[in-house]
């Protein structure tokens, strides 16, 4: 299996723009989750699905953020607007047991 | 309080020596503990869980765990300049299996 696979690796956005990340966990994996890293506050759970509904959502930070699991095999976290401080790195994991992370996308807003 | 606490480091050892990371955590109940690293630019990886009392040996990694002081710490052994990275803490939730509420994470730099 070729893990779990996010894109965009990179996004720069202006603010105001729509951004949405992308991921696709590992195949049989119930369990995916969406995480967000910054220096200032580690790393953070925002939301995570089983079998595809969303389970806990209570990370989001506001109703800028969505996210959605139509299928087992993709997911996305889409920020509407976007603002400066959502510059962050996020990280979409999945899990059966044990959690693996994606590689990250690095969003970057000015 | 943050639910988990690392110092942020950096913590530089020499290559050959036993790097100490430390990792304090606020829940008392706690019961599932994790140790992941995390390369410069480059996602986190589990190296090491703990569940009970005492230490965990793996390799040259040893995680130690101490309820009482609500403490778990990670040593490597024969410390590598290939162990220069980011070590994060990891504490599950006793409310819910399946959240996880990470420490800010220590660098580690390991000196050839």
């Known amino acids: 299996d070729a893990g779990v696979i996010q894109s965009p690796r990179h996004e720069v956005t202006e603010m105001g723009q729509e951004v949405t990340l992308r991921c696709k966990p590992i195949s049989g994996h119930d369990y995916l989750f969406w995480y967000r890293q910054t220096m200032m506050r580690g790393l953070e759970l925002l939301i995570y699905f089983n079998n595809n509904v969303p389970i806990d959502d209570s990370g989001m930070p506001e109703d800028r953020f969505s996210a959605k699991m139509p299928n087992a095999s993709f997911s996305t976290l889409k920020i509407q607007p976007s603002e400066p401080r959502d510059s962050a790195v996020y990280f979409c994991?999945?899990?059966?047991?044990?959690?693996?992370f994606g590689q990250g996308t690095r969003l970057t807003v000015v | 309080q943050k639910e988990v606490e690392q110092n942020s480091g950096p913590l530089s050892v020499p290559e050959g020596a036993i790097a100490s990371l430390n990792c304090t955590y606020s829940?008392?109940?706690?019961?599932?503990f994790f140790w992941y690293r995390q390369y410069s630019g480059k996602s986190p990886e589990l190296i090491m869980s703990?569940?009970?009392?005492g230490d965990k040996e793996d390799g040259r990694f040893t995680a130690q765990l101490n309820k009482a002081s609500q403490y778990v710490s990670l040593l490597i052994r024969d410390s590598q300049p290939s162990d220069s990275a980011t070590y994060l803490c990891a504490v599950r939730s006793i409310y819910n299996f399946n959240k996880f509420y990470f420490g800010s994470g220590t660098k580690l730099n390991v000196k050839p």
């Open positions: 703990i569940y009970s009392n």
């Open positions: 994991a999945s899990s059966r047991g044990g959690t693996f």
């Open positions: 829940d008392r109940g706690s019961q599932s």
